[in-house]
């Protein structure tokens, strides 16, 4: 230390003071707590005082105000958690400020404060730090005893006429002439979703499913006390399919009933991906506020989720306190690949809407994570632990629990108009692992990918599965012109294998997983996976396989699809799945999913549909099949 440096002639000042050698050391240690108790005490002053804008810098002053509110809400939530304690708790809001995370990009701050300085403060809030939401205003509490935080933020305002313009089709296409049998089965397949929608709002309409037998309605325990999940999830479905007057009655149900006031656990990954995408979708289809500012103050609350050491958001969150949990069923209390890795798409589209970059910044911050964890063998295991960073089990899969991940990747390049190579790289290697090992050919010539096990193959598909036929058709097409045609094959056989499990059952349906031991091939050979729960992947497939290679044979399969739905599943009042597809006479599990309004009958739909509804050149689906825009425009808030 340069005080206690001797200067030349003199004797340093503790031996002048005549102190021996343990004394120095005391003397010492006084002084360094003396001096660490004054800079401490700045952190204690308030923001106004000249002490405290000389030592700290501007930045964290301002951040420390924007944060409060969260660590406010997440404080309160510790005390009104009525949660069971063995569960992993998330550390304290306060650990992790919200508009300055350290692991934010630093082009992207930069590039924000500039967009902001530009734009001026942002349209939800309003200066003295008020916040703006729909139906009401939230305040948003300054830190305590600090003045309004000085740097007051600039007026953010999406141009939604500027986004508009950009598109290159329009949104519900060109309508050439097309052949009459074409078009006829697109008008069976809105029939279809008029009749889902119908029966749904009928015995249904702000419960979250229809239960076609009885005729009522199902909450269940995923939405965290939402309700409408099939109202959300159908939106934009109506909307493309000019179902005009249903599409009104959705919204309508939005504006004047959906509530955001709830205090139940919900799943983040459902609620981002149901609740968000769709809300996210039918505001960039139609520019009704109404939907941005539901899906920003939604947003907003799932934030707490990923207050943990590493970033990595807990899968259960409770949308009233903020407290979340890993899921009880979770390994060591780890979190889902499917989950956290399924949330890039919708995040980045919160920040480009808002001017806020706290969105963009925490699913950065999950891929950044991702990278730096060592992955065995290439591949992706399903359980990352959100405190430490590290696997917890070394089971991979391309269905359940590891899907949507790699999805997100590919239509993350995608949705960033081909810019986010990073995004690239990593779907590129991830599927380079995939296929050295686990894709395999069964002894009947059928191409499927296995599960891993700690290097052990499970030889399994499950129906969630069959989306990657899709997948790998969408990347195709951007693989370089030596593995493109590799691809386009691979996409092709794995949805031919898709297409196998539908066809060797006696439904035309396919159920929930399939193997190919035992001399089984393509079926499923235990009781327990033979349901059909009116799941989408095989259908999104051959949607993508059709405007991949325009084979008539997609189309041919997608109708066998609508006839099989309506002769086993449709019901007096809905659509209902089936326990078992080796059976003709099944039976009904009374329950019309979401998920069926939202991607089943859409993806179908757009099997009949020209390429220009809903091109891809502008829109990617999120994995509930609800379309996000290609950013042509340069986003603003997002990462490149
Ligand atoms: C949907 O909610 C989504 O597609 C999700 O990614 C996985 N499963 C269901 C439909 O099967």
Redesign the pocket.
């Known amino acids: 230390m340069v005080v206690l440096r001797k200067l030349p002639g003199m004797p340093g000042w503790p031996a002048a003071l005549g102190l021996r050698l343990p004394q120095k050391f005391l003397f010492l240690l006084f002084l360094s707590g003396l001096l660490t108790l004054c800079f401490g005490a700045l952190f204690l002053l308030p923001d106004s005082s000249r002490f405290k804008r000389l030592f700290l810098p501007r930045r964290a002053t301002a951040s420390a105000s924007s944060s409060s509110s969260s660590s406010a809400s997440s404080s309160s939530a510790s005390s009104s958690s009525t949660r069971d304690t063995d569960l992993p708790r998330s550390p304290p809001a306060a650990a992790e400020p919200r508009h300055a995370s350290p692991a934010a990009p630093r082009r992207l701050r930069e590039k924000l404060r500039t967009a902001a300085r530009m734009a001026g403060p942002p349209a939800h809030t309003a200066p003295g730090s008020r916040q703006q939401v729909q139906g009401g205003e939230r305040r948003v509490q300054p830190a305590t005893g600090a003045p309004p935080a000085r740097e007051t933020r600039a007026p953010f305002r999406f141009d939604y006429e500027q986004f508009r313009r950009s598109l290159r089709h329009p949104v519900r296409g060109r309508r050439p002439g097309e052949d009459p049998e074409t078009r006829a089965r697109r008008m069976k397949i809105k029939e279809m979703m008029k009749f889902a929608w119908d029966n749904y709002k009928q015995f249904a309409l702000g419960k979250n499913e229809l239960r076609p037998l009885t005729k009522n309605g199902h909450i269940g325990n995923m939405f965290g006390g939402l309700r409408g999940a099939t109202v959300v999830d159908a939106l934009d479905t109506l909307y493309i399919m000019e179902l005009e007057e249903e599409f009104q009655e959705a919204k309508k149900w939005v504006e004047k009933s959906f509530d955001l006031n709830v205090n139940g656990e919900a799943s983040l990954f459902e609620v981002n991906?149901?609740y968000i995408g769709g809300l996210l979708a039918a505001y960039y289809l139609t520019g009704e506020e109404v939907f941005k500012s539901k899906a920003l103050e939604l947003g907003e609350k799932l934030l707490p989720a990923f207050n943990t050491p590493t970033g990595i958001p807990r899968g259960v969150i409770n949308l009233g306190s903020g407290m979340s949990w890993s899921w009880g069923w979770a390994s060591a209390g780890s979190s889902i690949l499917a989950e956290f890795g399924?949330l890039h798409l919708e995040f980045l589209h919160l920040s480009e809407l808002s001017g806020n970059p706290v969105f963009a910044e925490k699913v950065m911050n999950i891929r950044k994570v991702l990278n730096r964890v060592e992955k065995p063998q290439g591949l992706y295991p399903n359980f990352l632990s959100p405190v430490t960073g590290n696997w917890v089990q070394h089971h991979v899969s391309i269905g359940g629990l590891g899907?949507?991940f790699y999805e997100y990747l590919i239509k993350s390049w995608l949705m960033s108009d081909k810019k986010d190579s990073e995004a690239k790289k990593m779907y590129d290697d991830a599927l380079e692992a995939i296929e050295k090992h686990l894709v395999k050919k069964s002894a009947g010539g059928l191409t499927y990918i296995a599960e891993w096990r700690g290097g052990i193959l499970d030889h399994k598909m499950g129906h969630?599965a069959c989306f990657s036929g899709g997948m790998i058709a969408l990347g195709a097409e951007h693989a370089g012109e030596e593995r493109k045609q590799h691809y386009v094959n691979l996409a092709a056989e794995i949805t031919n294998t898709c297409h196998e499990s539908y066809a060797r059952s006696d439904t035309k349906l396919g159920p929930e997983a399939f193997r190919f031991d035992a001399g089984s091939e393509a079926m499923a050979t235990r009781l327990s996976e033979r349901y059909y729960i009116l799941?989408?992947?095989v259908v999104e497939s051959y949607m993508y396989m059709w405007r991949l290679t325009h084979d008539p044979k997609y189309r041919q399969w997608g109708w066998e699809v609508v006839k099989a739905l309506e002769k086993h599943c449709r019901v007096e009042a809905g659509f209902s799945g089936i326990r078992d597809v080796y059976t003709t006479t099944p039976i009904h599990d009374n329950m019309q999913q979401s998920?069926f309004l939202a991607?089943t009958l859409k993806y179908l739909y757009l099997l009949f549909c020209e390429d220009d509804v809903l091109s891809l050149d502008d829109w990617v689906f999120n994995?509930?099949a609800h379309p996000l825009p290609v950013n042509h425009t340069n986003f603003k808030a997002s990462v490149q």
């Open positions: 991906i149901r399924t899907d949507s969630l799941r989408p992947e998920f991607e994995t509930e």
